[in-house]
C-alpha cells in the first residue's frame, strides 16, 4: 500500500531554533507539495516540486523557510529560525505527474509543529 | 487569484440523512475540482476528482457536480453514516499552473 510519510509526526522546539521536517513521496510520483494548515489560513501552498526541480515556493516566506528534494525519494522543508507564528500543521503531499486533469494528490499524515 | 468558498462551516445532522455540501470559486478556467475528506489528526484522502471537461463523478453514496460557468460544484452524500463525520474540503486546480486552492473545509457530524 504506497503511501506519503512524513517524519517526525510532532516536533515542539523553542523559538530560534532550526526544524526540518522529512518527506518521503510515493515512488514513481514525479511531483512534490508542500502545505501549511493552520486555524486561521487553512491549507496554504508553500512550495512545490517536479522532478525534483522546485516550480513555485511563492507561498514561503524566503527569509527563514527553505525547500529542497536533494533525491526522489526525499523532500526536506526547513525553518531556520523558527518563530511562534510557524506553529502549524505541515503536510507534505505527492502526485503522479502534475501536468494531467486526472491528476490527484496523495497526503502524507502531517507533521505537527509547536514553536514556544 | 482563485478563492474558493464552502458554505457551510459546519453541518450536523441524524444518521440516515442526506447531505450536502456545497463549493464556490471565482475564477472558472480551472483543470480539475476535487474533493477530500480530512479526519481529526490526519492527512487529505481524495474522494473525487471531476475533471473540467465533467459534470459529475460518482463513488458509492457520493456524488459531485460541477458548473464551471456559475463556479459551483456540490457534493452529495447519501444516507449518511456515523463514520462519514470528518471534515470535508474543496480544492480547485488552476488552468495555468496546476496548483490546488483549497476551500476552509465543512465539518460534518452525523449522529447516532
Known amino acids: 500500500d504506497a503511501r506519503v510519510t512524513q517524519t517526525p509526526r510532532h516536533k515542539v522546539t523553542e523559538m530560534g531554533q532550526e526544524v526540518t521536517m522529512r518527506c518521503q513521496p510515493i515512488l514513481g510520483h514525479n511531483t512534490v507539495f508542500w502545505y501549511r494548515q493552520t486555524m486561521m489560513q487553512g491549507l496554504e501552498l508553500l512550495a512545490y516540486?517536479?522532478?525534483?526541480?522546485?516550480?513555485?515556493d511563492s507561498g514561503m516566506p524566503k527569509d527563514r523557510f527553505s525547500a529542497e528534494m536533494p533525491d526522489a525519494t526525499l523532500a526536506t522543508l526547513k525553518i531556520q529560525p523558527s518563530e511562534p507564528r510557524d506553529s502549524a500543521v505541515y503536510f507534505c503531499a505527492s502526485g503522479p505527474t502534475g501536468l494531467s486533469v486526472a491528476d490527484t494528490q496523495y497526503f502524507g499524515p502531517g507533521t505537527r509543529l509547536t514553536v514556544l | 487569484k482563485q478563492e474558493v468558498t464552502q458554505i457551510p462551516a459546519a453541518l450536523s445532522v441524524p444518521e440516515g440523512e442526506n447531505l450536502v455540501l456545497n463549493c464556490s470559486f471565482t475564477?472558472?478556467?480551472?483543470?480539475?475540482l476535487q474533493w477530500f475528506r480530512q479526519d481529526p489528526g490526519k492527512g487529505l484522502t481524495s474522494l473525487l476528482l471531476i475533471q473540467s471537461s465533467q459534470r459529475e463523478q460518482t463513488s458509492g453514496r457520493l456524488n459531485a457536480s460541477l458548473d464551471k460557468s456559475s463556479g459551483r460544484s456540490t457534493l452529495y452524500i447519501a444516507a449518511s453514516q456515523p463514520g462519514d463525520s470528518a471534515t470535508y474540503l474543496c480544492?480547485?486546480?488552476?488552468?495555468?499552473?496546476?496548483?490546488?486552492?483549497f476551500g476552509a473545509g465543512t465539518t460534518v457530524t452525523v449522529r447516532a
Open positions: 480544492a480547485v486546480g488552476g488552468s495555468n499552473d496546476y496548483k490546488l486552492s
Open positions: 475564477d472558472s478556467a480551472i483543470y480539475n
Open positions: 516540486f517536479r522532478n525534483r526541480a522546485p516550480l513555485d
